[in-house]
Nanobody
């Protein structure tokens, strides 16, 4: 059974940094894509950053130059990180980890990121 476990959200002041982590377990192959989406109150879920199996990355224009996605394989499984720097109040949202494996989509439970002074 595929499971996604997110961590790292929280409250941070504008200009600060956070690092989100998502451990993906229950898979036997590298996902087609791994990434992060976010949903702010009253808005649709949107792509933040993704990484393909061959490590190609894609970022939302609003986060380019401030966020960085990375991936490692360790004893826990495949782990995808989202390093978020120079955070802005507009980055406030619930952030969801996502993986696509063999045409199946899996989502994490979400982690809240709040950017406020």
């Amino acid at each position: 059974q595929v499971q996604l476990a997110e961590s790292g959200g929280g409250l941070v002041q504008p200009g600060g940094s956070l690092r989100l982590r998502c451990v993906v377990s229950g898979i036997l192959r590298l996902p087609n894509t791994m990434g992060w989406y976010r949903q702010a109150p009253g808005k649709q879920r949107e792509l933040v950053a993704t990484m393909t199996g061959n490590s190609a990355t894609n970022y939302a224009d609003s986060v380019k130059g401030r966020f960085a996605i990375s991936r490692v394989l360790d004893n826990a499984g495949y782990t995808v990180y989202l390093q978020m720097d120079t955070l802005k109040p507009d980055d406030t949202a619930v952030y969801y980890c996502h993986v696509n494996i063999v045409r199946n989509d899996y989502w994490g439970q979400g982690t809240q990121v709040t950017v406020s002074s």
